[in-house]
């Protein structure tokens, strides 16, 4: 007798950086964010197009209303974090400020918003982790956190 | 476009590397082609009306470049009652080029680089920079 297995499909995070094209901090986000959904988190992340929100992105507005979501903010306006709970409808799941979490851990912040160099790839890779760690505690709890 | 600050406002978009062209495009008019003549500032940051940035994008000579056809650089400017003095779509750069096509989303590779080149010079001519002065004197 062929046993029955139920298959469900891998919970989904959105991950919502800041973008920040002002700053390296913002950079920081983008690299960081990119580095989740290609290698970290290839198939638990999305990401979300930020100014699509306030364009009537549908897609993006649903996702947020329907799924758990991660911002990453490259400074302390919280930018990314403002606009998901004013047009999302509801907090994001965690919200990661990048300089104070490099403060937290001592690592310098890139020294350009052009281009991250070498040196940097310390401060990437503890802002992927963090986003990653993040992503872990919201797939792992039962029966919410995600679809 | 002389006179004043121009700001370039490339969009956020991450999931193509047009948004990324859009980026070190204005990177490259800010540091390199029109130092003092350009600026930017964060798309996110007029999406909350930060008083900082709405001022800035309101008293001065806008340019927006967007990576996709959704054009959110240009639709945010104009939730604050702004019109840009110019919109770009990054992709029709490409459209010019297709045999530059970028070889990675935030790593443009060679092919991306050059687009960038590309679009930043032909904006440049727009802002009056001195070093595309010089460039046209030397040429």
Partial sequence: MLELVEITPPKKVGIIPCNGEELPEGTLTRFACRKVLDQIKPNNTVTICLPLFINNGKEERGFVENFPTITVDGCDKRCGQKITEKLGGKKPEHSIVITDLLKEHGINAPGSARTLVDMDQEAIDLVAGEIAKKVDEIISKPNDGGK | ?139
Avoid: W
């Fill in chain 2, 1 to 139: 476009m002389a006179d004043k600050t121009t700001v370039v406002m490339p969009c956020s978009g991450i999931g193509k590397p047009y948004g990324e062209i859009g980026r070190q495009s204005t990177y490259t008019l800010m540091e390199d082609l029109c130092p003092g003549k350009v600026t930017t500032t964060c798309l996110a940051k007029l999406m909350i009306g930060d008083p900082d940035a709405v001022e800035l994008v309101k008293n001065n000579p806008v340019i927006t470049l967007d990576g996709c056809a959704q054009d959110c650089a240009r639709k945010n400017v104009e939730s604050i009652g702004k019109k840009p003095d110019r919109a770009v779509r990054v992709i029709n750069t490409f459209k010019h080029h297709r045999d530059l096509k970028p070889t990675g989303i935030l790593d443009l590779g060679e092919p991306g680089r050059k687009l960038v080149e590309i679009l930043a010079s032909d904006l440049a001519l727009e802002i009056d920079c001195p070093a595309q002065k010089e460039g046209a004197a030397d040429a």
